[in-house]
């Protein structure tokens, strides 16, 4: 029987997919109820608040997806055409872009090697090496561009280290922008991710730890801040009234649909993140048996949200590289996917500044996340574990 037929009997297991049980029916009923679906609605403001509130910041400001909450942050933070902000190297392409929508160039920091996430190191070296003040201002000696924000992406569920991170922030008077996206729910020593930089960006898409189809929110506890990040998000509106707009802003607002979705997976989230856990914990004891699949590490100095479990596969010892594992298994029609592109290999991206050693592109070579929905049975862990042991030195 070959690996198709074999295929073709069973259930595929997916990646990641969203969990809907809650009270979303009811919200987004309710919304088509009364007619309020758009952009202004009583489920925006209370999904904002139940954020603010559950992560610990002031204020929360709701945006149609992700991405706009970054390029938001980065426009209320200061942000200007030709600046420089420093960011993760092994991330998802979309700070990166964000950074570029506000006519900023992004300089790209590996990874470290325990957790996989911004090295703080890099960030010293970049710092206090490669730049220069020059009257109260940093500058990159290579560009002669000006550095004015760092924003750390805390990966696949896991916190960056944070704290020299903010030191070195504070010393260099840069801004902050937690991309807290993939790590909702959790904490870097005791307090909640996005909470703790000076601004916090969430995505709500399809696969992220909740989700509103597709949405974004943006947190901080500057109020003048805050208010700007309204203001932007709605077109820049002076006087609603006589349509005068006091700057070029964008249609970035969620739906009171989404938002009611949103507030109704937030309801959730700690049931998620207990499932999540478990899941992880499942598949480290697991993996530990099967040589040369390294489970995903957990850092002392935070909690995960476990939001991709991945592992990494050495190729030598466990007989077979990560993109034949991937290969085999999603013939088994069970679904993994490799880590992003290291950024500063992107086409999107070339000639771009690297700081690091290339530790993001062995993680890449390397890593494979595992199927994980919170709604993920045990059974279904068991086959996936099965199959990546079948192909251990096969
Ligand atoms: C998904 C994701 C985003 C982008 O969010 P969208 O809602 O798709 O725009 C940004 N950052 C990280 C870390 C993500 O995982």
Redesign the pocket.
Known sequence: MSDQTLASSEQPIPLCVPDVSGNEWQYVKDCLDTAWVSSVGAYVDRFEQMLAERVGSRHAVATV????A?HTALLIAGVEPDDEVLVSAL??I??ANAIRYAGAWPVFIDAEENFWQMDPQCVTDFLERQCESVAGALYNRQTRRRVRAIIP???LGHPVDLAPILALAKRFDLVVIE?A??GLGANYAGQPLGSIGDIG?Y???GN?MITTG???MLVTNREDWADRARYLTTQAKDDPVEYIHGAVGFNYRLTNIQAAMGCAQLEQLDRYLQLKKGIAADYSIKLAAIPGAMAMPEPGYGTSAWWLYTMLVDADTFGMDRKNLMQKLSTQNIQTRPLWQPLHKSPAYPGSQFVGEGVAEKLNDRALSLPCSVGLQKEQLKTVVGAIAACCNS
């Open positions: 997806n992700g991405t706009s970054l991330s998802f979309a700070p992406v805390h990966i991309d996206t993939e960006c995505s709500f898409n992220k597709g949405g974004g």
